[in-house]
């Protein structure tokens, strides 16, 4: 197989599985940040043991980056938990747009650790995520269930952008298996005095959707993902991962019965469009 194929079919089946991992939000009857704390312990398991496989160590090279870990794993943490809380309160659909209002939030932080100002594009990208998540929200009141859902998908977008940025700066000399060993492991410990009650309670079907979860819906597609980086710039894959709305969306329709209403279609468009706009600029300006 050519590097270029293997590429693809490395990011198409990452997102693709990514896609799918929204579902488990509403399949697994546990609250948010339950599913993230069991979910961090089965790919952290996955992610050690493929590690040593490889023959690579485990350990980081200095103290600090341990501290950088740690900082990683509580935005991570955060991340997930209200990614998939967004999910549980209101669709898929809704929470994956809102998600997907990272790269413009990203394109305004990153100035503000460079001491520059965002460009005029930028600006522009954000008022149209702005104008797609209005289009996205029924009525602006937190009683309403899709409003709350953009709050905290855009809330997790922010945690998002804020762990890449960082990761980006203190964190890029590791492989990212490694980074995601370090914040699944320390995830679960952050967790864990929060959510650890609930374990002799998971059901063995429960256990079998968490497996599930943590092993192929979580450690399967980051590697993946990372190893299309080999063969692709991360402008390419950041593009491609855009499908991953599309694919949630689709299998949410199909599996779940959540069709989406038309503002939301088109509230989604609008936001996915200044998505793949803000990657492909990233990409030239790298």
């Known amino acids: 197989m050519s590097h270029t194929k293997e590429g693809l079919l490395s990011v198409h089946l990452a997102v693709l599985i990514f896609g799918l991992t929204a579902l488990f939000s509403k399949l697994i009857a546990l609250s948010a940040l339950e599913i993230t704390l069991i979910r961090s312990l089965f790919a952290m398991l996955t992610l050690a043991l493929f590690i ?3 023959g690579g160590s485990l350990r980081l090279k200095c103290r600090r980056d341990y501290a950088i870990a740690l900082l990683l794993s509580a935005l991570l943490a955060s991340h997930w938990v209200t990614y998939f809380h967004a999910m549980q ?6 929470g994956v747009i809102a998600l997907y209002t990272f790269p413009v939030i990203t394109v305004f932080l990153e100035p503000i650790f460079h001491g520059e100002r965002p460009h005029i594009r ?7 995520v702005l104008f797609g998540i209005y289009l996205l929200v029924p009525s602006f009141t937190l009683e309403d269930t899709v409003t709350q859902g953009v709050l905290w998908g855009v809330l997790s977008a922010l945690l998002f952008a804020l762990r ?8 890029s ?8 060993l370090y914040q699944a492991g320390f995830t679960i410990l952050l967790l ?3 959510g650890g009650s609930v374990i002799p309670e998971v059901t063995a079907l429960q256990w079998g959707q968490l497996l599930l979860l943590g092993i ?3 450690a399967l597609p980051h590697t993946l993902f990372a190893h299309s980086l080999l063969h692709f710039k991360a402008k390419t894959t950041s593009l491609i991962a855009c499908l991953q709305v599309v694919y949630a969306t689709l299998f949410a329709a199909l599996l779940l019965g959540e069709l989406p209403s038309w503002s939301t279609v088109v509230g989604g468009l609008i936001v996915v469009a200044a998505a793949m706009y803000e990657s492909y600029n990233a990409g030239r300006r790298s």
């Open 216 to 218: 192929f819906f979580t």
């Open 173 to 180: 000399g590791y492989p990212a298996r490694h980074a995601l």
């Open 122 to 128: 930028d600006i522009v990208s954000a008022l149209a």
């Open 89 to 94: 309160v209101s669709s898929v659909a809704v």
């Open 52 to 54: 040593r496989w490889k």
């Open 192 to 194: 864990l005095p929060f």
């Open 164 to 171: 890449n940025i960082i990761q980006g700066r203190h964190f």
